[in-house]
């Protein structure tokens, strides 16, 4: 019985640990927001201990702030940190990408429908700034799903962390949406899966880095 109950405890802590990501990568959260437990609690019919106990993993992770009156608020990163979240995020991908490639591990088919999407996306966002979050998951589904391939699931696991805290200090900055520079990420996409198809290491890794660079200057 007492096993039944902790089971139950950690689906409903790693579906509050879903629920809270999902509101911090995706457009939701800005950096000093206060964290509304109370609305996640009504709003998914979901009690306020898992919540909570997720927001305190979340504390622990460096993405949430935690005061005994304000209560959890939304990390507001410096740029230094979010130096080191690119610098972690560059070492993690070419390590994976190195074992991938060296492995010679077959790519999805899914990738080329990524890109393919991405590149029909890219010219379309400055008339429908909408399209914007979608391009957003793309690129994301893209390094992920490399990633993936290498098989480390803490490695993974490591990356959507730092993905999550690259995002929240991007939310919180504005900067005028150009096609141009959606067009650049699909382009750059395009020419890293190639490189991998080629089992071309170090081609691969030369555009992967340039690539993340270049979103960590522009960010």
Same mark, same amino acid.
Request: proline fraction near 5%; hydrophobic fraction near 40%.
């Given at each position: 019985?007492?096993?039944?109950?902790?089971?139950?405890?950690?689906?409903?802590?790693?579906?509050?640990?879903?629920?809270?990501?999902?509101?911090?990568?995706?457009?939701?959260?800005?950096?000093?927001?206060?964290?509304?437990?109370?609305?996640?609690?009504?709003?998914?019919?979901?009690?306020?201990?898992?919540?909570?106990?997720?927001?305190?993993?979340?504390?622990?992770?460096?993405?949430?702030?935690?005061?005994?009156?304000?209560?959890?608020?939304?990390?507001?990163?410096?740029?230094?940190?979010?130096?080191?979240?690119?610098?972690?995020?560059?070492?993690?991908?070419?390590?994976?990408?190195?074992?991938? /490639?060296?492995?010679?591990? *077959? %790519?999805? $088919?899914?990738?080329?429908?990524?890109? @393919?999407?991405?590149? !029909?996306?890219?010219? #379309?966002?400055?008339?429908?700034?909408?399209?914007?979050?979608?391009?957003?998951?793309?690129?994301?589904?893209?390094?992920?799903?490399?990633?993936?391939?290498?098989?480390?699931?803490?490695?993974?696991?490591?990356?959507?962390?730092?993905?999550?805290?690259?995002?929240?200090?991007? /939310?919180?900055?504005?900067? *005028? %949406?150009? $096609?141009?520079?959606?067009?650049?990420? @699909?382009?750059?996409? !395009?020419?890293?899966? #190639?490189?991998?198809?080629?089992?071309?290491?170090?081609?691969?890794?030369?555009?992967?880095?340039?690539?993340?660079?270049?979103?960590?200057?522009?960010?």
């Amino acid at each position: 019985m007492q096993k039944k109950t902790n089971d139950a405890q950690h689906t409903l802590e790693k579906q509050a640990m879903q629920t809270l990501l999902e509101w911090l990568a995706h457009g939701h959260a800005k950096p000093g927001q206060a964290l509304p437990l109370r609305e996640f609690s009504t709003k998914f019919g979901m009690s306020r201990t898992p919540l909570r106990a997720a927001a305190g993993r979340l504390h622990e992770q460096g993405l949430l702030d935690y005061d005994p009156r304000a209560g959890f608020t939304v990390t507001i990163p410096t740029k230094n940190d979010l130096l080191e979240f690119f610098d972690l995020r560059e070492m993690v991908e070419v390590h994976g990408a190195r074992k991938v /490639l060296r492995s010679q591990i *077959p %790519l999805p $088919n899914e990738l080329d429908s990524i890109v @393919a999407e991405a590149k !029909e996306l890219a010219p #379309k966002i400055v008339d429908d700034p909408n399209l914007h979050n979608r391009f957003w998951r793309l690129d994301v589904r893209f390094h992920r799903t490399l990633l993936s391939l290498a098989g480390n699931g803490r490695l993974l696991e490591l990356w959507d962390q730092l993905l999550v805290n690259i995002r929240v200090y991007q /939310l919180g900055r504005t900067a *005028p %949406l150009s $096609n141009a520079r959606f067009e650049m990420t @699909a382009n750059e996409h !395009e020419a890293i899966l #190639k490189a991998f198809k080629e089992f071309d290491e170090e081609k691969t890794i030369q555009l992967l880095v340039a690539h993340i660079r270049r979103i960590r200057e522009r960010t």
